[in-house]
């Protein structure tokens, strides 16, 4: 349900929206999503790894503080960007740069509590969480638009969204109070490989899942990049609601699973299983109904962003199956293979976005490279879960 309301939302906001105001915005909230990640240090994987109450929630208590010290740093950075006001930033409103640490921090925040109660199994709080966060978002960005229909009202509503989801959190779950500086202290020497090997792992991810809008808005255009924002975000879809619920739980099955046991294989097969078959169904569903369903549900002009999807349906499928299962290089401890894969994954979304001389062969190499990606990955993952080595 909380992965439905942005979908369904989208079919309201594309008619309120330019293609060209969705491509300015989602190449803002590429640099936002980025930078959510980069503040967390990526303490909050590990508080599923940790024993259930105060040690838990001594961690919780250690992501807020690196998010608040790191925030302090991407405010400074911000202020020397504007300063600086490179050629590159000359399409993106000097509003929507003050606001993306701002938006940053309270993302990361939401993410870090929506961690802590799937490691706690407190899978009805999260999905409220996820529920008050998505509905506040959308709602909010539909509400602006009505007035300004504007990059700016998208990103400013986004952020306050998010705000508001941040405080029915906050409400649902009390973080309690500080459990005392050895105990952070302690959560972060234990997990100090986070910050060096899984952050930048999951930075890299994260900036090569959004350099599709910003690239392509650099090289082809606003509206191409609107375009294929949007059928990103439909495909996106499917992942985020189906696999981030599947995720929760296997990241806490997994965990338990290799600390009694030292492997997690039964688990990794019967998670994969979920997802071959939700994989499947929806490439079903989508190959051949593409365009006219995007024509249908969003309106004529974006047709063409069904276009886009049919070429990219290959990578979503195999992203689908994927993502949820790559918590398996955190169980296992596996981070640096999972940097290498990363490093080399951001290596091919570049080589594929910026080597062809048009949008179409660019959008097939990126999604063929992309999928041959995933396979490795998977391969990987697999292995990790029986307890061997490469």
């Known amino acids: 349900m909380a992965q439905a309301v942005p979908l369904l939302g989208s079919l309201v906001l594309a008619r309120i929206y330019a293609p060209s105001q969705f491509g300015v915005f989602f190449a803002w909230l590429g640099v936002v999503a980025t ?3 980069v503040v967390t240090g990526r303490y909050e994987v590990a508080l599923a790894i940790e024993a259930d109450g105060e040690p838990r929630r001594a961690g919780l208590w250690a992501v807020f503080l690196c998010v608040a010290l790191a925030s302090v740093t991407t405010l400074a950075i911000t202020l020397v960007v504007v300063a600086w006001s490179p050629a590159w930033l000359s399409g993106v409103p000097t509003s929507l740069i003050w606001a993306a640490a701002p938006v940053a921090a309270t993302l990361a925040l939401a993410q870090s509590w929506q961690s802590w109660a799937a490691a706690n199994g407190a899978f009805a709080e999260l999905g409220r969480m996820r529920i008050a966060q998505a509905v506040a978002i959308t709602g909010m960005q539909i509400i602006a638009g009505q007035m300004w229909p504007t990059a700016s009202s998208l990103g400013f509503a986004h952020g306050a969204g998010a705000a508001i989801g941040l405080l029915w959190a906050a409400q649902l779950m009390p973080p309690g109070r500080w459990p005392g ?8 020497e234990r997990h100090r490989r986070l910050p060096m090997l899984s952050l930048p792992a999951d930075t890299i991810n994260t900036a090569a899942s ?3 809008s910003m690239l392509v808005a650099g090289r082809f255009g606003a509206e191409a990049a609107g375009l294929l924002s949007l059928a990103l975000r439909t495909l996106g879809a499917p992942i985020a609601l189906l696999g981030a619920a599947v995720l929760d739980v296997f990241k806490r099955r997994a965990s338990s699973a290799w600390r009694e046991r030292g492997e997690c294989h039964p688990e990794y097969l019967q998670t994969m299983g979920v997802l071959v078959a939700g994989s499947i169904l929806g490439v079903v569903a989508l190959a051949l109904s593409n365009e006219w369903l995007f024509a249908f549900a969003f309106g004529e002009r974006w047709r063409a962003a069904g276009t886009i999807a049919t070429w990219l349906l290959p990578m979503f499928a195999l992203r689908f199956v994927a993502s949820p299962l790559s918590y398996m290089m955190y ?10 894969w990363q490093v080399c994954l951001l290596g091919v979304a570049l080589a594929a976005l910026l080597m062809p001389a048009e949008l179409n062969g660019a959008l097939l190499t990126y999604s063929a490279g ?14 990790f879960s029986q307890g061997k080595s490469l």
């Open 35 to 37: 930078a959510a990640v």
């Open 181 to 188: 500086a050895g105990a952070v202290r302690g959560y972060l």
């Open 210 to 212: 959004q350099l599709p």
């Open 331 to 340: 169980v296992a401890g596996k981070q640096h293979v999972d940097l290498v």
């Open 370 to 383: 992309y999928s041959a990606m995933y396979v490795v990955y998977l391969y990987l993952s697999y292995r």
